[in-house]
Nanobody, 128 residues
Framework: QVQLVESGGGLVQAGGSLRLSCAAS????????MGWFRQAPGKEREFVAT????????YYADSVKGRFTISRDNAKNTVYLQMNSLKSDDTAVYYC?????????????????????WGQGTQVTVSS
């Protein structure tokens, strides 16, 4: 059974930084592309960033490009999301997810429906 556990959320002032982590277990981590999604109150879940199996490829939502960085450490079965220059609009529950898709195409990996496993989420609150 694949399990994903996020950590690192919290309360931060606008302009600050946070680093989210997502630890995976019960799977061969390097077989999965990993993604981060978020959902703000009253809004639909949205794509944030994704990273390919070995970390060689990444995609970002336009809203976070240049501020967020996704990375992974396959030896530690962990994916990270470094969030800098945080804004109040970044306030949301952040979820990591894993997909076994064989294609790392933006049209595929930006869709939450393509992900097979999800974490429980971690709250990020940015105060203005």
């Amino acid at each position: 059974q694949v399990q994903l556990v996020e950590s690192g959320g919290g309360l931060v002032q606008a302009g600050g930084s946070l680093r989210l982590s997502c630890a995976a277990s019960g799977c061969t981590f390097s077989n999965y592309c990993m993604g981060w999604f978020r959902q703000a109150p009253g809004k639909e879940r949205e794509f944030v960033a994704t990273i390919s199996w070995n970390g060689g490829g990444t995609y970002y939502a336009d809203s976070v490009k240049g501020r967020f960085t996704i990375s992974r450490d396959n030896a530690k079965n962990t994916v990270y999301l470094q969030m800098n220059s945080l804004k109040s609009d970044d306030t949301a529950v952040y979820y990591c997810a894993a997909t076994a898709t064989p294609r790392f195409d933006y049209s595929v990996v930006r869709s939450g429906r393509k992900y097979d496993y999800w974490g429980q989420g971690t709250q990020v609150t940015v105060s203005s």
